[in-house]
C-alpha cells in the first residue's frame, strides 16, 4: 500500500529543509480523508543534528497525526538508529528528506522501518 501525500505538502517539506539546511527540521504529519496534508513542525532545540529526539510530550492529542517528517542534512534518506528506535514507538509513518531536497530525496517508512512508497496526489 501506498502512502499518499498532496503536492503542496511535500513542497512545502522540501522547502522548509532547504531552509533550516544545515539544521535538521521535523514536524508531525496530519492527515485527511487517507492523504497527508499538513505538518505541524517541532520547535527548535527539541531535535538533535545527527537524529531525531520528538519529544513526544509535545504530541497534541490530534487523532488525524498520523506520521512524522524530519530532515537530514546528509544525502542520505534513511533512517538512523535513533530514528528506528522513534519510528517503532510512534507507529505510522515516517518521511525522510535528504540533502539536496529535491523530489528524488525523498523516502517514506513504516514504523518498522520497511520503506514504503510515496504517491503524491493533487
Ligand atoms: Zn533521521
Redesign the pocket.
Known amino acids: 500500500m501506498k502512502v499518499k501525500i498532496r503536492r503542496e505538502l511535500l513542497e512545502y517539506l522540501l522547502e522548509l529543509a532547504r531552509e533550516f539546511y544545515p539544521n535538521e527540521v521535523a514536524g508531525f504529519l496530519r492527515e485527511k480523508d487517507g492523504v497527508l496534508e499538513e505538518v505541524l513542525l517541532v520547535p527548535k532545540g527539541y531535535f538533535g543534528s545527527s537524529?531525531?529526539y520528538f519529544d513526544l510530550t509535545l504530541l497534541p492529542h490530534d487523532e488525524s497525526i498520523k506520521g512524522t517528517f524530519?530532515s537530514?542534512p546528509s544525502p542520505f534518506p534513511y533512517?538512523?538508529k535513533g530514528?528506528l528506535m522513534f519510528f517503532s514507538k510512534f507507529g505510522g509513518v515516517h518521511i525522510?528528506v535528504a540533502f539536496p531536497y529535491t523530489k528524488d530525496s525523498v523516502k517514506a517508512f513504516r514504523s518498522d522501518g520497511s520503506e514504503v512508497e510515496l504517491e503524491v496526489v493533487e
Open positions: 537524529s531525531v524530519h537530514h533512517p538512523s530514528d525522510i
